[in-house]
């Protein structure tokens, strides 16, 4: 397993950007597909975005792609979540996820095998 931290969250007004950050220990994240999910109240848990263990590639729903960035920096064993234009509707706990087996992005949470606390994230109107 890997121990996953999330931060950086907060209550923010629409527009505004915010970064999150997920500090892994146990293993390394060069190795794994890492991912961010979230959850809105009432709601299931939704993917986010996802990077390859490679580096090489990274996937995004239609509801961020062009706001949300994922990235991640090997050195510090961290990966991070760019949020820009924010919306309320991207109100949510954040987690961050790793898939300690696979070959390719899934956007399953059934498919990630250790998971954050989560860190909330307001987006006030």
């Known amino acids: 397993q890997v121990q996953l931290v999330e931060s950086g969250g907060g209550l923010v007004q629409a527009g505004d950007s915010l970064t999150l950050s997920c500090a892994a220990s146990g293993r390394n994240i060069g190795n794994y597909i890492m991912g961010w999910f979230r959850q809105a109240p009432g709601k299931e848990r939704e993917f986010v975005a996802a990077?390859?263990?490679?580096?090489?590639?990274?996937h995004y729903p239609d509801s961020v792609k062009g706001r949300f960035t994922m990235s991640r920096d090997k050195a510090k064993n961290t990966i991070y979540l760019q949020m820009s234009s924010l919306k309320p509707e991207d109100t949510a706990v954040y987690y961050c996820?790793?898939?300690?087996?696979?070959?390719?992005?899934?956007?399953?949470?059934?498919?990630?095998?250790?998971w954050g606390q989560g860190t909330q994230v307001t987006v006030s109107s």
């Open positions: 990077i390859h263990w490679s580096g090489a590639t990274t």
């Open positions: 996820a790793a898939d300690l087996d696979g070959d390719y992005i899934s956007q399953l949470t059934e498919d990630f095998d250790s």
